[in-house]
T-cell receptor, first 118, second 110 residues
Framework: GAVVSQHPSWVICKSGTSVKIECRSLDFQATTMFWYRQFPKQSLMLMATSNEGSKATYEQGVEKDKFLINHASLTLSTLTVTSAHPEDSSFYIC??????????????FGPGTRLTVL | GQNIDQPTEMTATEGAIVQINCTYQTSGFNGLFWYQQHAGEAPTFLSYNVLDGLEEKGRFSSFLSRSKGYSYLLLKELQMKDSASYLCAVRVVAGTALIFGKGTTLSVSS
């Protein structure tokens, strides 16, 4: 299947700092990428939809000024957690929609980034 | 709102067959997905159903009934490595993000 990478795989930062997470589609061009967050023993919750060349669409309750999303190219989307706080500690996962998937329209997930804010 | 329900936990023994059910009530329907997720890892795609019926792929099969808002994932010849969380997800509109259930943690014992 298609490959999606994320970097870094884990990060520990101090409260108040900003952290950038990269999501790349390695073998296809993804016009749409999705950012999810998963707390322990919870399911994946959609944070935002990232569209190449346009502003991201955020889900209700997700602060767009705190979670900055940039989708500058067809293979890269970034999520920046600004002024991170301990409650932002979570597993952040991106997925990319493979337009070649036809009717399946499968989304492929990156390996995730575990963020711990001290 | 959108609602996807699946059991929280299930246990089974090696070699057995287990069925994980999923019911959904969503504002639309454009496909149902099953993913496997091991602890600390990202979900991996298992199956996709958009039409009623059974889709078989090796030891895994998935069934869909759109009229009942119901799906199940069937795992045969269970192996220890099948111990994981299984996520049921619905795509409401083509091209949009998936809505996930809370996942079913399957524990396989010898």
């Amino acid at each position: 299947g298609a490959v999606v990478s994320q970097h870094p795989s884990w990060v520990i930062c101090k409260s108040g700092t900003s952290v950038k997470i990269e999501c790349r589609s390695l073998d296809f061009q993804a016009t749409t990428m999705f950012w999810y967050r998963q707390f322990p023993k919870q399911s994946l919750m959609l944070m935002a939809t990232s569209n190449e060349g346009s502003k991201a669409t955020y889900e209700q309750g997700v602060e767009k000024d705190k979670f900055l999303i940039n989708h500058a190219s067809l293979t890269l989307s970034t999520l920046t957690v600004t002024s991170a706080h301990p409650e932002d500690s979570s597993f952040y996962i991106c997925s990319a929609r493979d337009p070649r998937g036809g009717s399946t329209d499968t989304q492929y997930f990156g390996p995730g980034t575990r963020l711990t804010v001290l | 709102g959108q609602n996807i329900d699946q059991p929280t936990e299930m246990t089974a023994t090696e070699g057995a067959i287990v069925q994980i059910n999923c019911t959904y009530q969503t504002s639309g329907f454009n496909g149902l997905f099953w993913y496997q997720q091991h602890a600390g890892e990202a979900p991996t795609f298992l199956s996709y159903n958009v039409l009623d019926g059974l889709e078989e792929k090796g030891r895994f099969s998935s069934f869909l009934s759109r009229s009942k808002g119901y799906s199940y994932l069937l795992l045969k010849e269970l192996q220890m490595k099948d111990s994981a969380s299984y996520l049921c997800a619905v795509r409401v509109v083509a091209g949009t993000a998936l809505i996930f259930g809370k996942g079913t943690t399957l524990s396989v014992s010898s």
